[in-house]
Each structure stands twice: as structure tokens, then as C-alpha cells.
Antibody, heavy 121, light 107 residues
Framework: QLHLLESGPGLVHPSETLSLTCTVS??????????WAWIRQPPGKGLEWIAS???????YYSPSLRGRVSSSVDTSTNQFFLKLESVTAADTAIYYC?????????????WGRGTMVTVSS | DIQMTQSPSSLSASVGDRLTITCRAS??????LSWYQHKPGQAPKRLIY???SLQSGVPSRFNGSRSGTEFTLTVSSLQPEDFATYYC?????????FGQGTKVEVK
């Protein structure tokens, strides 16, 4: 059974870089039929897609974060990563990773439970 | 970007009620629309994909439909475990965009 688990620091200082890891278990991410996504939810707000990446490193990013966001993948460890630079309080959110059923248009079928990230000095 | 207008933003309902939530896309997204249920402290759960296909393991009281650029999630008879926030997601053209969410509360 596929599981995704987010990990990262719970607290990041303003202007610093947020770095998150998603560890995938139960299946290899080294397959070309899925992308792997990051989604976030600020407190009291809705869901926002951030980025999607495939096993080869092909990426799509949200235009609202482009320039600050990057994603990468390590197929040897079955992990993918998110970096968000120059964070502000507006980046405080629960960050989720998910499997992106990219080519079919079916959305995100498997999600991690999320990790809370607070941006504060 | 494709805008997803979801309504209502919140509603109060009772167990046994029929629930209807609507998402309207700002342009044609074919059937590339999915619905999610989200409870506090839990991962969002996909209920419907391809506008009307029921996710495996999801009760049949959940139903999705499409009419042009308008998509509807219907719960035929609300159960206690269905009180949650629901989102639609368009996955036709990047950036993928969610509706604003519908919070379903106990009346």
C-alpha cells in the first residue's frame, strides 16, 4: 500500500528557505505514469497547489510562487523535495505531499498527512 | 489560470439530508475535475475523479456529475462522518486549481 510522509522543520525564520521532504513507501517513484505534488493549506484557508515533479525531474510550478519555489527528486531514496525561498508569514501552512495522477487528469489520489510549518522569528 | 468557483462556501445540514455542492470552471476543463473531502488533522481524501467516477472504497451515496463547465457533488443521505470540508480540483491545465471549499456543519 502506498504511503507518503512529509518531514521538515516545524519553524522557519522569515527570509530563510523552507525545505521539506516527502518519503514514498509501498511503490517506486521511478515510474513515468505519475507526478508527485506539493499542496499547502494556510490556517483558515483552502488548499493551494504548489508544484508537481516526475521521476526525471520534470517540474510544474504554481505561477504565484515561481521564482521562490523549486522541487527535486531522488529516485535512489524514493523521496522528493520542496524548497521555498525567502519565506514570510504568508507561507505558514500545513504542507502536504501527494501522488499526482498527472497524465489522466484525475488529480491527487494518495496524500500524506501533512506537516505544519510556521514562519516566525 | 483556470478559476474554480465553488458554492456554497458553507452550509448547515442534518443527518439524512441531501447535499449538493457546485463548482463552475472559468473555461472548458473536459472531465478533468475531482472532489475531495478534508477533515481537520487528516489528509484530504479523493472521492470522485474524472467528474463522475467514484473512488474505490468511497460510499455510493457520493455522486459526481458534469454539465458543461458546471460540476456537482451530491451526497444522497448525509451521514455523521460526512461533516467535513469539500473541495473541487481542476486538473486539466496547469496551474491546477482548487475551489474555495465548502464547509459542511451540523445544523
Amino acid at each position: 500500500q502506498l504511503h507518503l510522509l512529509e518531514s521538515g522543520p516545524g519553524l522557519v525564520h522569515p527570509s530563510e528557505t523552507l525545505s521539506l521532504t516527502c518519503t514514498v513507501s509501498g511503490a517506486s517513484i521511478n515510474r513515468n505514469i505519475y507526478y508527485w505534488a506539493w499542496i499547502r493549506q494556510p490556517p483558515g484557508k483552502g488548499l493551494e497547489w504548489i508544484a508537481s515533479i516526475d521521476y526525471s525531474g520534470s517540474t510544474y510550478y504554481s505561477p504565484s510562487l515561481r521564482g521562490r519555489v523549486s522541487s527535486s527528486v531522488d529516485t535512489s531514496t524514493n523521496q522528493f523535495f520542496l524548497k521555498l525561498e525567502s519565506v514570510t508569514a504568508a507561507d505558514t501552512a500545513i504542507y502536504y505531499c501527494a501522488r499526482d495522477d498527472f497524465w489522466s487528469g484525475y488529480g491527487f489520489d494518495i496524500w500524506g498527512r501533512g506537516t505544519m510549518v510556521t514562519v516566525s522569528s | 489560470d483556470i478559476q474554480m468557483t465553488q458554492s456554497p462556501s458553507s452550509l448547515s445540514a442534518s443527518v439524512g439530508d441531501r447535499l449538493t455542492i457546485t463548482c463552475r470552471a472559468s473555461q472548458d476543463i473536459r472531465n478533468d475535475l475531482s472532489w475531495y473531502q478534508h477533515k481537520p488533522g487528516q489528509a484530504p481524501k479523493r472521492l470522485i475523479y474524472a467528474a463522475s467516477s467514484l473512488q474505490s472504497g468511497v460510499p455510493s451515496r457520493f455522486n459526481g456529475s458534469r454539465s458543461g463547465t458546471e460540476f456537482t457533488l451530491t451526497v444522497s443521505s448525509l451521514q455523521p462522518e460526512d461533516f467535513a470540508t469539500y473541495y473541487c480540483l481542476q486538473h486539466n491545465f496547469s496551474p491546477w486549481t482548487f475551489g474555495q471549499g465548502t464547509k459542511v456543519e451540523v445544523k
